[in-house]
Structures are given as structure tokens and as C-alpha cells.
């Protein structure tokens, strides 16, 4: 199966020179979600905007749908590739079909109005995050986890082939983030290509058949695919062999242990007290 999104050997420097990521090489193919592991400030949010063309890498290449990110137009990314930051700061007050039929935006004209068939369209993606019945309220006005459904919901109207997913499930509730991981599996299973981060390791065993692992230098040092330096990738690889007791532990810095409940993974702090 051709891969819809690559990595290969893509590095970033922030501003100031230090490197934040380097030697990041993955693949992912339609119908599969890739979960990006790693403690906070460690890169996570920064190799998405990388993949969405958002940020321009130092090294290295990603390839989208068989073509070089950096030679397609916004448009054609847009056509191609969805994306849901972690948090949103409305400035207009915008209602929420209207922002939702915003994501119909890489497939209209220049200064076109969405017709009927976009309507349709982000209609169908407001029922998918069962957040219809918001469609007339002001963007604003939402709670941080209504607007994060109402995102995904635009991504969605966008009708990409592959979607990133930044911390999907941080300003949702419990049952909504259940919504949510579900969804992303349902995603999967229509052939889409989904890469999502999270802090919780427990979410790449319920819908990602592959994972990356981004860790500080200490926790890279004599682990495979690491070489020391800040942000570097520890592993990627899939999920049930490669998020074990030891390298979880080492990538956060604390004890972390694995048990299987009713055939399912799952992960947890070893206490001391």
C-alpha cells in the first residue's frame, strides 16, 4: 500500500539554533493512526505543524500523498491534509456551521461562497461529532471542549485523506474523549491516515497501530534510534511491541507499568506512597 504521509529524516531548529528534533523518519498509510508520545515541551506540537506545512524543517523531507510537502500549494495541502490544533483563540464571532463550512475552503474559488453541497457536507460532519444541535450558537461562546468537537468537525469537512490530531481529547470530559478516540478509529477504518499526540500512552493502545516516541536526551541515551540529542526520536514502530514498561518509564521519568484488563492495554503510574 503507497503511503499517504512520510518522514524522512526531518530535523527543526527553533530560532535560537538548538534542535529540537532530528533524524524523525516514519510511514503511514492510509487506514492507519500513528500516536506521538513524549513528555511536554518536548516537540510534539511543533513536528505536526511540521507535517502540515506549517513550519519549515532543517532537514530532512515529508512527503504527502507521494508528492514533497514543501513544492504543494496551501490549496493543495488543504485538499489533501486535515488539521485540529489543541487550542483555538476565536476572534469573530462566527457561528459554528459557519465555521465548520470554513473547512469547504481548499475546494471553492477564490472569494466563492460554499453551495449546497459544502452545506451538506459540513452538516454531515457537525452529526458525525454529534454537535449539530450547536450549529446556530456564536464560535466564541462554546467551552473549550464544544469548540475542539467543533474543530475536528471542520477538519472533517474538509474531506482530507489525512488528518492531525493535536491532543484531541485535552479539553474534553471523559465521555467526549471516548467520542472522540472512537471516532478516530472509525476514521481509520474508512482509510484515512491519522496522526494524533497525546500524554496518555493508554490512548495510542486503544487506537494506534503504530507510535512514536519522543524523549529528552537522558531517556534516548543507549536506546535504539537514540543518540543524545534534545528532542531526538527514541522509537516508532508498532504500538504493542514498542511501548513497553522500560521505555515508557525512561521517556517520563517515573516507574511505569502495563496490565491487560478485559484484552485491553493499559497504563499506570507505579506509586510509592
Known amino acids: 500500500m503507497d503511503a499517504m504521509l512520510e518522514a524522512a529524516g526531518a530535523a527543526y531548529r527553533l530560532p535560537g539554533g538548538r ?30 505543524r511540521c507535517l502540515a506545512g506549517q513550519e519549515r524543517l532543517a532537514g530532512g523531507e515529508i512527503r504527502l500523498d507521494g508528492h514533497a510537502l514543501a513544492v504543494l500549494s496551501r490549496r493543495a495541502i488543504g485538499q489533501r491534509l486535515g488539521v485540529v490544533p489543541q487550542s483555538d483563540a476565536p476572534v469573530f464571532a462566527f457561528t459554528v456551521r459557519e465555521v465548520v463550512e470554513m473547512g469547504r475552503a481548499p475546494h471553492l474559488g477564490w472569494l466563492a461562497a460554499p453551495g449546497p453541497a459544502d452545506r451538506a457536507v459540513a452538516q454531515a460532519a457537525l452529526e458525525k461529532l454529534g454537535v449539530a444541535g450547536l450549529a446556530g450558537r456564536l464560535y466564541p461562546e462554546l467551552s473549550g471542549g464544544e469548540r475542539q468537537l467543533v474543530l475536528i468537525a471542520r477538519a472533517l469537512a474538509q474531506q482530507p485523506r489525512a488528518l492531525l490530531l493535536d491532543e484531541p481529547t485535552s479539553h474534553l470530559d471523559f465521555a467526549n474523549a471516548m467520542r472522540v478516540l472512537e471516532l478516530v478509529r472509525g476514521l481509520a477504518r474508512e482509510g484515512l491516515a491519522v496522526v494524533m499526540t497525546s500524554h496518555n500512552p493508554e490512548h495510542a493502545f486503544l487506537v494506534a497501530g503504530q507510535s512514536l516516541v519522543m524523549a529528552p536526551p537522558a531517556a534516548t541515551d ?30 517520563y521519568g517515573r516507574p511505569v507499568r502495563l496490565a491487560e484488563v478485559a484484552g485491553r492495554r493499559l497504563c499506570y503510574a507505579d506509586w510509592t506512597g
Do not use: H
Open 19 to 48: 534542535t529540537l528534533f532530528s533524524g524523525l523518519s516514519f510511514t503511514l498509510a492510509p487506514g492507519e493512526v500513528l500516536c506521538v508520545l513524549g513528555p511536554n515541551g518536548i516537540g510534539k506540537s511543533t513536528l505536526l
Open 222 to 251: 543507549g536506546m535504539e534510534g537514540g543518540d543524545g540529542e534534545a528532542g531526538q526520536v527514541a522509537a516508532w514502530g508498532p504500538t504493542a511491541t514498542l511501548l513497553t514498561e522500560a521505555r515508557l518509564s525512561a521517556v
